[in-house]
């Protein structure tokens, strides 16, 4: 396994560790915990989604919180696994961390809280779905929609660099390049909250394994 650099430790060298690693766990674990908690099916799209989501209206408060969090926390969790991935294959771990921060980048308007804006504006499900239709398909920047998907092959170069670079337990690059595979599956075969939770689950083990080698500062 190579070993990353290292340097003499201080009290910050080792909180800095500690949050990393918690925020690699936390951030993909809460949106498992969203999945799980949320009644409106995340897997459905257009007027069925409206729907589902106006008769479900109150729980958007607390989905957006946990969103909110798990947003915040993936942007040191990026920066844990890629150390490691850099570490292992530094050109290849690069580019894994160029694409997967991606997924912290807003490219478009977020779906959910234009549903309840305008539902709470008083529009009806038939307006809100074409609303939404016309903001994921209708607009200029409506193509960086589909940028999730660059953000995972991040993810998924980032694991190929711990494995090939064994900067990180073969076991848990393996995960970390496979765990990107399984997320888009339940949408887009509009399966169940439960299915994306698991697959949510399994990237919070790639993720929080892959960041625990990250090195422990020495004294």
């Known amino acids: 396994m190579t070993t990353l650099d290292t340097a003499p430790s201080t009290g910050a060298d080792t909180f800095a560790r500690f949050a990393m690693i918690t925020c690699a766990v936390v951030s993909p674990l809460v949106v498992a915990l969203t999945l799980v908690i949320d ?40 920066f844990a696994i890629s150390k490691v991935g850099r570490a292992g294959k530094p050109v290849l771990g690069l580019v894994g961390m160029i694409l997967a921060f991606i997924l912290v980048i807003p490219f478009t308007p977020d779906s959910s809280s234009t549903i309840y804006a305008a539902l709470k504006s008083g529009l009806d499900t038939q307006a809100t779905a074409k609303l939404l239709d016309t903001m994921e398909n209708g607009l200029p920047t409506s193509v960086f929609g589909f940028t999730f ?71």
């Not at 008769?55 to 942007?75: K, R």
């Open 149 to 219: 998907f660059p953000g995972l092959l991040g993810i998924v170069l980032l694991g190929v660099a711990a494995l090939l670079g064994k900067s990180a337990p073969a076991w848990s690059a393996i995960l970390l390049l496979v765990a990107p595979f399984l997320i888009p599956v339940a949408w887009l075969a509009g399966l169940s909250n439960l299915v994306a939770a698991v697959a949510w689950l399994v990237m919070t083990a790639a993720m929080g394994s892959v960041a625990l080698a990250l090195p422990k500062p020495t004294s």
């Open 39 to 78: 009644p409106i099916k995340a897997t459905a799209e257009g007027e069925p989604l409206v729907k589902d989501f106006a008769a479900h209206l109150d729980s958007f408060s607390t989905s957006s919180y946990l969103s909110l969090l798990s947003a915040v926390t993936l942007i040191p969790a990026i």
